[in-house]
């Protein structure tokens, strides 16, 4: 998975691989579609939503320079693929999800692989986690059609805010806002097509 999907595509950061080697994405999904684990697109994980493609999980924890002296919020926790990914390269990671059932299951497993630099809550994202802020790192896994403004403004002086942003239903572009001097800026990176961002 790693050799053909991901380095052969472009991401080369030998701590993002090595996280990519490391955590088994088999335990994050539902056990029908284990032995489809390490293949190269996106997987029911129940309740609607998906476990993102390999790549793209790669692609994002690369784009937003990930080191172990910095502090990331990723929303829609999902399974807790990305959680895992995100806590082998930073220092601590906290991670808010919508959906009940899936913030528990996922904060459950996350313990039992013993990732005890991850936080998990249940909740809408939209608001950030204004308590731990300002983040190094933002990684959005829901696409909203507007980048929401309390995450914004929970980004750190240099930090960098990863989000598929379009219309419901439609592709929608990844983009990476970075902060500096206080004043962001954004760039667009690629199409991407993500579940929806909720409200609750
Ligand atoms: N990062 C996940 C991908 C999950 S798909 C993984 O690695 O498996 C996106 C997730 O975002 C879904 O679980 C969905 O329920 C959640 N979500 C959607 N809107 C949200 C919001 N406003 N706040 C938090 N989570 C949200």
């Given at each position: 998975?790693?050799?053909?999907?991901?380095?052969?595509?472009g991401?080369?950061?030998s701590?993002?691989?090595?996280?990519?080697?490391k955590?088994p994405?088999?335990?994050?999904i539902p056990?029908?579609?284990?032995?489809?684990?390490?293949?190269d697109?996106p997987?029911?994980?129940?309740?609607?939503?998906?476990?993102?493609?390999?790549?793209?999980v790669?692609?994002?924890?690369?784009?937003?320079r990930?080191?172990?002296n910095?502090?990331?919020?990723?929303?829609?926790?999902?399974?807790?693929?990305?959680?895992?990914?995100l806590a082998?390269v930073?220092?601590?990671v906290?991670?808010?999800?919508?959906?009940p059932?899936?913030a528990?299951?996922?904060?459950e497993r996350?313990?039992?692989m013993?990732?005890?630099?991850?936080i998990?809550?249940h909740?809408?994202?939209?608001?950030?986690?204004?308590?731990?802020a300002?983040?190094?790192?933002?990684v959005?896994?829901?696409?909203p059609e507007?980048?929401?403004?309390?995450?914004?403004?929970q980004?750190?002086?240099?930090?960098?805010?990863i989000?598929p942003?379009?219309a419901?239903?439609?592709?929608?572009e990844?983009?990476?806002?970075?902060k500096?001097?206080g004043k962001?800026?954004?760039?667009?990176?690629t199409?991407?097509?993500?579940?929806?961002?909720?409200?609750l």
């Open positions: 998975m790693v050799e053909t999907q991901i380095r052969n595509r991401v080369t950061s701590g993002v691989l090595d996280a990519m080697k955590v994405r088999h335990l994050f056990e029908a579609y284990r032995d489809e684990a390490y293949n697109y997987l029911s994980i129940g309740y609607g939503q998906t476990i993102s493609q390999p790549f793209i790669a692609y994002m924890t690369e784009a937003v990930p080191a172990k910095k502090k990331a919020l990723e929303i829609g926790t999902g399974s807790g693929y990305q959680a895992a990914v082998e930073t220092g601590k906290y991670t808010i999800e919508i959906v059932e899936l528990r299951e996922s904060a996350l313990e039992n013993g990732y005890d630099n991850v998990c809550k909740g809408d994202g939209y608001q950030g986690w204004p308590e731990h300002p983040f190094d790192i933002i959005v896994t829901a696409a507007k980048i929401p403004q309390p995450l914004i403004d980004l750190a002086e240099g930090g960098r805010l989000i942003v379009g419901a239903g439609a592709v929608q990844l983009l990476l806002v970075t500096r001097n962001t800026d954004e760039r667009r990176l199409f991407v097509r993500f579940v929806p961002f909720r409200r």
